[in-house]
């Protein structure tokens, strides 16, 4: 606005001009700020028609900001270049008052069109360093899933195929192979099977109900050759939720830790149930055992690691509850929301 300000006045001294801008700039400044401001409260997400409203309120407020900003330009102007610096009251401002409203259409001609633009260009580029700063905060998220995924999938190797895994699976093996062949047969192929699941699964980060819980029925059927008559299973699962998806591998620390500590110092052996149900907008998974009971503080690596996963998948929309009492057995219950026709959650 300088450049015109020197066309418009070429009398006026160098610094009141100088001055004039710096009014005028600095009126610009904080309506350029409120713009910025709503901007943030009232963002633009995407070209979708449920935005439009948001646009319009942008496109609305623009044009108003913008007139606003022109008519206080002007009257800093009408001020400073015909009643001077000392002569500004309120009986001057009355005289005053024609000739403003007479060249405030052509002042609007002038500039009002390039201020429109350099509001919108505020909003644009608050709103593109929005966007950027997300987009690059979702390469960082995404980044970190992905390592979160690999990690859980090495967990569930390093978990269950650590050595004393293997020690005892092969003691059971061994000690089947003469008194029941069949079984021994059994265990083995079913060995394979985990190993096989482990090994091939699919990296997604999302799979359905029905392929979580053939992993870890592959499991179970390791485990109940091992324990035998200690361990039984109950599952309930309606048919209808088999095609929800959960994230992979997130099952199998709940269970394991269910039979880990289920199963410590018990002769008589202990009783898993595995449930699942749906909620308005959640599905439900339930892992409960009569044990010993949950002893706060007992966490391990395999439920600090689900945790984790759940934290950078849901973003706090899930809940992670366990709850139990000494002799009495642990209950986790596992709240996911329910993804979308595109696997979304």
């Known amino acids: 606005m300088t450049t015109w300000d020197f066309v418009l006045y070429p009398a006026s001294p160098l610094l009141r001009l100088l001055i004039l801008n710096l009014l005028q700039n600095g009126a610009w400044g904080l309506l350029g700020l409120f713009l910025i401001w709503l901007a943030n409260r009232k963002p633009i997400e995407s070209f979708a028609w449920k935005e439009w409203p948001t646009w319009g309120l942008h496109l609305v407020v623009s ?156 499991y179970l059927a390791i485990e109940l050759v091992r324990y035998q008559d200690r361990l039984r299973v109950e599952t309930q699962i309606p048919a209808e939720l088999m095609e929800c998806r959960l994230p992979s591998f997130i099952l199998q620390p709940l269970v394991e830790n269910a039979l880990k500590h289920g199963l410590a110092d018990r002769p008589q052996g202990v009783l898993l149930h595995l449930r699942a149900r749906k909620e308005p907008e959640y599905l439900v998974l339930e892992v409960q055992d009569d044990g010993e009971g949950f002893v706060p503080g007992r966490e391990g690596v395999g439920l600090a690691n689900v945790r984790s996963r759940l934290g950078l998948l849901y973003k706090g929309r899930h809940h992670l509850d366990i709850l139990g009492a000494p002799g009495r057995g642990t209950l986790v219950v596992l709240r996911l929301p329910l993804a979308n026709e595109k696997g979304e959650a």
């Open 63 to 218: 044009v108003i900001v913008a007139a606003f900003g022109l008519f206080v330009a002007y009257c800093i102007t009408i001020l400073m270049e015909s009643f001077g610096w000392s002569h500004v009251d309120m009986a001057s401002i009355k005289r005053g008052m024609p000739m403003i409203m007479k060249g405030l259409p052509k002042f609007y001609r002038n500039y009002f069109h390039t201020n429109l633009l350099f509001m919108w260009a505020v909003v644009a580029s608050f709103h593109g360093l929005r966007i950027y700063r997300k987009y690059k905060s979702r390469e960082v998220e995404a980044a970190r899933l992905e390592a979160r995924f690999a990690e859980a999938q090495n967990l569930a190797l390093r978990m269950q195929l650590q050595p004393h895994f293997l020690f005892n699976t092969l003691n059971s093996i061994s000690a089947l192979v003469h008194s029941n062949p069949e079984g021994a047969d059994e265990m083995i192929s079913r060995l394979g099977d985990f190993l096989r699941a482990t090994l091939d699964a699919p990296h997604d980060q999302l799979v359905t109900l029905r392929k979580e819980l053939a992993f870890i029925q592959d």
